[in-house]
């Protein structure tokens, strides 16, 4: 067919041989919805890998609420074409609705494969194919894993360092790993990526039924009860798991401690108020200094490291990325006493700690 109709009291009648090329080899491919389809949607339902037609746009409701689902899948300059009259055939951008937003039809040419979920799986299955990659096709889960933590710990330090063009291109890389392991799994019949998706669809909208259902939920506070009621739901299904199993053993310690601390406060096993959180961590410093030996002095070291994320907790604030943070500071800071020292012919080694401590304060003044 090359051409649609549509009753909405009156007849369009779109004529898609008179699309430009390459758009119009590829009538077949295009994915067409109705404007009024879209009323309602917080995000657009298709991918912009392939081309897409918009049937009457002016039925989505508003020009706002048609531009910002656009927006999310294209770029408010990206060319699109539209056709008031169904035959003819006009080029204009998202950035300008006043021209279309009237028309019988849009259409938005399709921007590749390499845009598209199902484009990039088509590329990891091609790596692990027989004649692809030989490092692709030997990983396995296990071999994997180093890789997903690096890639992980990499996005957060984009994160540290507020530099989106890196994060953008750390979390592509973390799919890549979530991706290859979808792969593996479907080549060993344990899963897919539609079973990912499905799962992880199916959990959220579970967890979330003050959006998708009418729960309600006033303020934040009420979401994470509601969250955790939603939850004791699941671990009773999956066999009667504990409120702290869902904590990994692989996390690092500090975020570990942190969130064992925040599932424990969600069912009340908290402080009232933070007095005795601070209490808490002066009785812990006098138990070290009455330590009667090291084991003993190790032991009570640790429970000052947990008393003080319960303070760092209380405080709203991300305890591995503070620690973090101060990392970084610590690293930028040393950097400059090595390279001063080494700017004036003197060794570190050789310096007295009161010279290194100056240079230290004069690296306080390039702390970001």
């Not at 549509?6 to 779109?14: A, L, R, S």
């Not at 508003?62 to 689902?69: A, E, P």
Request: aromatic residues 8%; contains cysteine.
């Amino acid at each position: 067919m090359t051409s649609v109709y549509i009753p909405d009291g009156k007849d369009y009648q779109v004529d898609l041989r008179n699309l430009p090329d390459p758009i119009r080899g590829d009538i077949y491919e295009i994915s067409v919805i109705n404007g009024d389809r879209l009323i309602g949607m917080v995000s657009f339902p298709f991918p912009p890998a392939k081309t897409i037609m918009i049937l009457v746009p002016a039925l989505a409701g508003s020009t706002d609420h048609l531009v910002t689902l656009l927006s999310g899948s294209y770029s408010l300059t990206d060319a699109l074409y539209y056709s008031t009259n169904g035959n003819q055939w006009n080029l204009g951008t998202i950035a300008d609705p006043d021209k279309w937003f009237g028309a019988a039809a849009i259409v938005f040419p399709g921007k590749g494969q390499e845009t598209s979920l199902e484009g990039f799986l088509n590329v990891i299955a091609a790596l692990r194919a027989p004649d692809g990659c030989p490092w692709d096709k030997k990983q396995t889960h296990t071999s994997l894993r180093t890789y997903l933590l690096e890639e992980s710990y990499e996005a957060l330090d984009a994160l540290d360092r507020n530099d989106l063009p890196a994060l953008k291109e750390e979390l592509g890389d973390i799919l890549l790993q979530i991706a290859l392991h979808a792969q593996i799994a479907k080549e060993n019949a344990e899963f897919s990526m539609r079973d990912v998706l499905e799962g992880i669809n199916t959990k959220i909208v579970f967890r979330h039924p003050h959006v998708f259902k009418d729960w309600v939920a006033k303020d934040e506070r009420q979401v994470i009860q509601n969250w955790e009621i939603l939850k004791e739901q699941e671990r009773d299904s999956n066999g009667g798991q504990g409120l702290l199993d869902g904590v990994p053993n692989s996390y690092p310690a500090l975020a570990q401690a942190q969130a064992l601390q925040e599932r424990a406060a969600r069912v009340g096993f908290d402080w009232k108020e933070l007095a005795p959180v601070l209490d808490k961590i002066g009785e812990e410093l006098e138990e070290i200094r009455n330590a009667q030996n090291d084991e003993e002095r190790a032991k009570e070291t640790g429970d000052l490291l947990f008393a003080l994320v319960n303070f760092i907790r209380w405080q709203k604030i991300d305890a591995e990325s503070v620690l973090r943070q101060t990392n970084s500071k610590f690293r930028k800071r040393f950097a400059y006493i090595e390279k001063t020292a080494k700017s004036t012919g003197k060794q570190l080694q050789n310096m007295a700690l009161e010279e290194m401590d100056v240079l230290w304060e004069q690296a306080k003044n390039f702390d970001d």
